[in-house]
């Protein structure tokens, strides 16, 4: 069965530092390029993140761009998002997923369906809020 478990989410203050954590199961972790999406309630589904399958390329949302970083461990089928200088329009669920950049990765904006990717976590809520 393949799982995905996020965790790491929180409260935490504009300004501040999360550390989202994903752990994969029952696939072969090394063979997808994966990725982070978040979800604002009544808003759909916004790519936030990508990284290879060995690494090598990451992408990222504009407005994330120098803010957060995308890293991965295939050894431990572990893969990060590390947030800094955290908005509270950052405010979100925020989820794994099986699968690399979307078409829109370049756009200021970038939403997705849920069909464009394999597998799916069950999020964690992030929020930024002093």
């Known amino acids: 069965e393949v799982q995905l478990v996020e965790s790491g989410g929180g409260l935490v203050q504009p300004g501040g530092s999360l550390r989202l954590v994903c752990a994969g199961s029952g696939f072969i972790f090394s063979n997808s390029d994966m990725s982070w999406v978040r979800q604002v309630p009544g808003k759909g589904l916004e790519w936030v993140s990508s990284?290879?399958?060995?690494?090598?390329?990451?992408y990222y949302l504009g407005s994330v761009k120098g803010r957060f970083t995308i890293s991965r461990d295939n050894a431990k089928n572990t893969l990060w998002l590390q947030m800094n200088s955290l908005k509270t329009e950052d405010t979100a669920v925020y989820y794994c997923?099986?699968?690399?950049?979307?078409?829109?990765?370049?756009?200021?904006?970038?939403?997705?369906?849920?069909?464009?990717?394999?597998?799916w976590g069950q999020g964690t809520q992030v929020t930024v809020s002093s």
């Open positions: 997923a099986n699968g690399g950049p979307p078409p829109c990765w370049r756009g200021s904006y970038c939403y997705v369906d849920q069909g464009q990717f394999g597998y």
């Open positions: 990284i290879s399958r060995w690494g090598g390329s990451s």
